[in-house]
């Protein structure tokens, strides 16, 4: 956090050196809290390669994932931006009751990833954070429930969401997307990311139902991923002059919508 000058001014020393001793060293900041807040001298400063931010633990908050990405790609001056704390898979609620899923984690880094942050997302699982033992107390239990034992932890199912991610984005070198504000539904849950040339489109959809869009797909080559169960098969898609609807489908789960000119 930057509460005070005397914080900022520890901080860019701080980076200043390492950029004196290390000048090929990345640096960026693990920002404190639900904020995107960092000083004009450091944001601004060639003392920083990229964004990072945490999306976090709280599970009224989950937004963030995309809102922090959407701040960042904003900023005067524009860097890589990384999702550096989504949600992490089995973890508690932050003084809630309730755990994240593998759901949820998915949620986060497509949400993250179509909004700005396609620099990357990390995925931390309860448990192996901690290296938690059996018969060990976890010391965060209050607020983020009981950790189950590494070994079970290595075992969740959200990390193979992380590499699948990492799949999709190698195999339709989707490395030139930019966010798009081309989604018509009330709600910025659904994200939408359009490559610069105009010839791949994005859309995640985290729940099920029609998707009102005002833009013409037409010419596009159609896939859709349903996250769940890994089900590949293709869109219903409606055109209209100058919009088009993705109809709604019959699966229970998230699910990518990929089109290719």
């Known amino acids: 956090n930057f509460l005070s000058d005397r914080t900022k001014e520890a901080y860019l020393i701080a980076l200043k050196t390492i950029k004196e001793m290390c000048p090929d060293a990345l640096t960026t900041m693990h920002i404190w809290g639900d904020s995107t807040d960092m000083p004009s001298e450091i944001k601004d400063s060639d003392y920083i390669d990229f964004y990072m931010y945490q999306s976090g633990h709280k599970i009224k908050l989950q937004h963030y994932s995309y809102q922090f990405a959407k701040e960042f790609y904003n900023s005067k001056v524009k860097r890589p931006i990384l999702n550096g704390e989504p949600c992490y898979e089995s973890g508690g609620h932050y003084e809630e009751y309730g755990r994240f899923t593998d759901f949820d984690v998915r949620k986060a880094v497509w949400q993250s990833l179509l909004s700005g942050a396609k620099a990357g997302v990390a995925y931390g699982a309860q448990g192996i954070w901690s290296w938690q033992k059996k018969g060990h107390v976890f010391p965060n239990e209050n607020a983020f429930n009981a950790a189950y034992n590494w070994k079970t932890a290595l075992k969740l199912k959200g990390a193979w969401d992380l590499s699948f991610a ?80 993705i109809k709604m489908y019959e699966f229970n789960t998230d699910l990518l919508i990929i089109g290719l000119k």
């Open 166 to 245: 990492k799949y999709i984005f190698e195999t339709y070198d989707l490395f030139n997307i930019e966010p798009a504000d081309i989604i018509l539904n009330k709600t910025e849950e659904i994200r939408a990311s359009v490559s610069k040339d105009n010839e791949k489109i994005i859309i995640y959809i985290p729940y099920s139902t029609n998707v009102y869009l005002n833009k013409n797909l037409k010419g596009y080559k159609w896939t859709l991923i349903d996250f769940s169960n890994k089900y590949f098969g293709k869109p219903d898609i409606r055109l209209m002059e100058n919009k088009s609807v």
